[in-house]
């Protein structure tokens, strides 16, 4: 999930910045700046390594349930709201404003008016948590505002977007987040801190729930091809990239439907792990068949790094291969 909303913002952004014309650097950059923001509302599950005891997740063994249990007593609360995220996005670009101009001391002056300005903003978020969250605001929305000022320097000191392109992928982030958590547990609280429910309960996709974890999973990987199929269209590369014969392996891993407990959203780890393993598996074994010994003990060059998508791309599709595959025969099996 984490994964899927940063790419989906990127791909959102990387599409838009090649369809106004930008060069593929700018428009790779301004899709990195978008995908980092728009992880950035689940930095709310700070909360729980506040509230959790420590026995409860490693006793006499490691149980993540525990951490989860006291994650979603925010999760998808203050830092999910679309006004929260029309605030703190423009604050986030006026924070990247910067001096570099001829006259330094009116520029001087500008930029550290915007970011005053920006800061103003930030702290009325983080007040206004305290006065209707209490403590709980205070830990999760300080999180949030530190998380997206960091962000924000990263990427000013990195990229030469300029602020108001930061503010565009800061708030565009922000705001893409919260609709893949529809399929996926409690409905974020689009309109925090006002107690006003939007979408009252998960979306279903299935009544079956297996088929409503598939789907979901669905949902997430196709955001992961959406990305994919942005660098290849601002790259000039050839779709044959995402074709590679060890990617049609995957398929064999329906035949864990037959042996695997029947994955839900309550207790999905076994699938999760099991079908990302085989898209490493498949992108290592691209590489394997194509890697020279000679190729590493040399320098990484650009070349390289073309290779490490296209490895990458392999992975993706033996994953997707997997799904399809593990579909099927639980269709087959079950329903």
């Keep these: 999930m984490f994964v899927g909303h940063a790419l989906l913002a990127f791909a959102l952004a990387v599409l838009f910045a090649e369809w106004r014309g930008w060069s593929t650097r700018q428009a790779l950059l301004l899709g990195a700046t978008a995908g980092a923001f728009a992880a950035l509302p689940d930095v709310d599950v700070v909360y729980a390594v506040v509230a959790l005891d420590g026995g409860q997740l490693f006793g006499s063994s490691v149980n993540p349930t525990a951490f989860w249990d006291a994650a979603n007593s925010v999760h998808r609360s203050m830092t999910h709201s679309v006004l ?64 997206g000022v960091a962000i924000t320097a990263l990427s000013r000191r990195e990229t030469d977007l300029s602020p108001r392109m930061h503010g565009f992928a800061a708030t565009a982030g922000l705001l893409t987040h919260p609709w893949g958590d529809l399929v996926t547990g409690q409905p974020p609280q689009f309109l925090y801190p006002f107690e006003v429910g939007v979408i009252e309960s998960r979306v279903v996709l299935h009544p079956d729930p297996t088929m409503h974890l598939l789907g979901a999973f669905a949902i997430e990987l196709a955001a992961v091809w959406l990305a994919a199929l942005a660098i290849v269209r601002v790259t000039d590369r050839s779709l044959g990239t995402f074709y590679d014969r060890s990617a ?48 590493l003990r040399r320098r990484p060059t650009a070349g390289d790094v073309r290779a490490g998508f296209a490895f990458g791309a392999t992975g993706l599709s033996g994953t997707t291969m997997a799904l399809i595959g593990y579909v099927v025969v639980y269709v087959s099996l079950w329903l």
């Design 248 to 295: 049609v392996l995957g398929a064999g891993y329906g035949a864990l439907a037959l042996v695997l407990a029947p994955p839900t959203l309550a207790v999905s780890y076994h699938f999760v792990f099991s079908i990302l393993a085989v898209g490493v598996v498949c992108s290592g074994l691209s590489w394997y068949r194509s890697t020279t010994v000679a190729s």
């Design 84 to 147: 929260v995220a029309l605030v703190a996005g423009p604050a986030f670009g006026l924070w990247a404003v910067r001096a570099r101009t001829a006259d330094g001391a009116t520029s001087r002056r500008r930029a550290w008016g915007a970011r005053i300005a920006g800061a103003v903003l930030l702290v009325a978020l983080v007040t206004i948590s305290v006065s209707v969250s209490g403590a709980l605001g205070a830990v999760v929305m300080g999180a949030f505002v530190v998380a």
